[in-house]
């Protein structure tokens, strides 16, 4: 039990979808097991489906298959009384009702379980509902905050432009103030996303350099191994620019530029980010975007012996579709601080591994001594992994032993699964708990999701309409389009990451 975290309920809109088996009960069950849910504590899952209070439980709990490993070791009594916890309210056909029998199931709980009138409202369901649901939220006196406080949490996407991004802002306000919404992006609870703000601020090896003066470039990756699975028809609306670029890379773009924070209080932290995305070089000429922008798609090609369609070929996916798979964004930041540092930021399906980082390049030292040494190329680099394999990896010049000053790079590196002791909380669990308690530290506010989309939308507008745009095709199972490298200053090159923190660039396994 968890005396920092207040009594309360959660009701789970949209409780009968994927998500909230998948993710939202196997974090509370974490929660639960580590003793930080509150004494009295209450899931109310709602949605269209026909469902008694056992039927739920038994679904989400007792025979998920998302928590069969999980509570094959777990007490039975400890089990039976979280599945207790659960409870369900069919809606009836629409999210569009009357949500006064709702309000009659939450007061009754509420009055039975001593949930004190704290409701958080998690909102599992297709972005087009949430404005319906929190309007008919407030119209059944279901948000107002004089007894016991409200709360309302929306997954991504936030709009799929900067107009409908505004929309649906302006939307939810109408219903809950600012302070009551919460926007998930479920990569903020990654603790490695989280250790940035700590490598930066609170090292006096790294503060100081973190600057134009000793940085000379930033790269982020993201690449997944797998296609578009069976969300084809979703993908094909979306592409990589919106899945993962405007939301989850800029945020961690926004972690890597923002200033120092006056303290640690989330408005704080916040306000920093926002001036971050703020401060980001908008690209609108056409030379511009055509020279710092690539799109790909990828394309059958034959992985480990086994064929794999390419994009145009995936269920759902329009057979001459433009939307990219493979999209890298070269941009500057305008401020002292970035001034004429390059940040350079991909995102891919189909490519050799599934990873996610961050690499700070640091410039050469200016007077070099050691010319002849074999040390050209081998700057030292500052790696965050995000996943997998989470860690910190510094590459620094060392002596060869032996006659002369032969220079080779060493690895230092630090990995989270080290931390024997500590239990590394997974991403929604962090989330969870952080709204739980009030905390919007790792969530997004409005005019952080608009300042992304202020950025984002040009390069969408000109690649949706420009007049030499170009999608280029990479076989599945590689590092994307040839001439991606070219989008990189001077000889420069992308380091293509290993499975593994410490595999050196361009690591692959053939077989």
């Not at 000793?214 to 919106?242: C, M, P």
Request: glycine share 6%; hydrophobic share 35%; with cysteine.
């Amino acid at each position: 039990m968890n005396r920092n975290t207040e009594n309360q309920m959660l009701v789970i809109f949209g409780a009968s979808g994927d998500l909230t088996a998948r993710k939202l009960v196997p974090a509370l069950y974490s929660l639960y097991v580590e003793g930080q849910l509150p004494e009295h504590f209450v899931v109310l899952g709602t949605s269209r489906s026909d469902m008694t209070d056992t039927d739920f439980r038994n679904q989400v709990v007792l025979e998920s298959n998302y928590l069969k490993g999980t509570l094959k070791n777990s007490d039975e009594a400890k089990i039976k009384r979280f599945a207790e916890m659960f409870f369900y309210h069919d809606l009836g056909a629409s999210y569009d009702v009357d949500y006064e029998p709702l309000k009659k199931r939450v007061v009754a709980l509420k009055d039975e379980k001593g949930t004190k009138g704290n409701i958080m409202y998690y909102l599992s369901t297709p972005p087009r509902l949430y404005e319906t649901i929190a309007k008919n939220l407030a119209s059944a006196g279901l948000s107002t905050q004089n007894n016991g406080w409200k709360r309302l949490i929306v997954e991504k996407p936030f709009g799929y432009s900067l107009e409908t991004a505004k929309a649906l802002n302006e939307g939810l306000q109408e219903h809950f103030k600012e302070s009551q919404i919460y926007r998930i992006d479920h990569y903020l609870g990654k603790e490695t996303v989280q250790n940035l703000l700590v490598t930066r601020f609170a090292n006096s090896i790294f503060e100081p350099l973190w600057n134009r003066n000793y940085i000379k470039h930033v790269e982020i990756t993201n690449a997944e191994s797998v296609g578009v699975e069976k969300r084809g028809g979703y993908y094909d609306k979306s592409g990589a620019l919106r899945d993962m670029f405007q939301n989850h890379l800029l945020q961690i773009v926004s972690l890597i530029v923002m200033e120092p924070p006056i303290g640690d209080k989330p408005e704080e932290i916040r306000d920093e980010k926002v001036k971050a995305l703020k401060s980001l070089r908008t690209m609108r000429d056409e030379k511009t975007l055509h020279d710092n922008t690539i799109r790909a798609q990828y394309m059958a090609s034959d992985i480990q012996g086994k064929m794999v369609k390419g994009y145009r070929e995936e269920e759902d996916v329009d057979p001459d579709s433009t939307t990219e798979t493979f999209a890298a964004i070269k941009f500057y930041v305008d401020n002292w601080r970035w001034k004429d540092v390059p940040f350079y930021v991909r995102t891919a399906k189909r490519m050799p591994t599934k990873v996610t980082e961050v690499v700070i390049h640091f410039k050469t030292p200016h007077h070099q001594i050691f010319k002849e040494s074999g040390i050209h190329n081998k700057d030292n680099k500052l790696i965050i992994r995000i996943q997998p394999d989470e860690g910190i990896l510094i590459k620094f010049g060392v002596k060869v032993p032996g006659q002369g000053f032969k220079v080779e790079r060493a690895n230092l590196d630090f990995y989270y699964s080290s931390l024997r002791e500590t239990h590394v909380m997974e991403a929604y669990e962090r989330l969870l708990l952080d709204a739980m308690q009030g905390d919007a530290t790792l969530y997004a506010r409005a005019d952080e999701v608009e300042a992304a989309w202020e950025f984002v939308d040009p390069i969408l507008d000109y690649w949706q309409n420009g007049k030499d745009v170009r999608m280029y095709g990479y076989p599945s199972g590689t590092w994307g389009p040839r001439n991606s490298d070219d989008l990189i200053e001077g000889n420069g090159y992308w380091r293509n990451p290993g499975a593994h923190l410490t595999d050196d660039e361009n690591y692959c396994v053939l077989c």
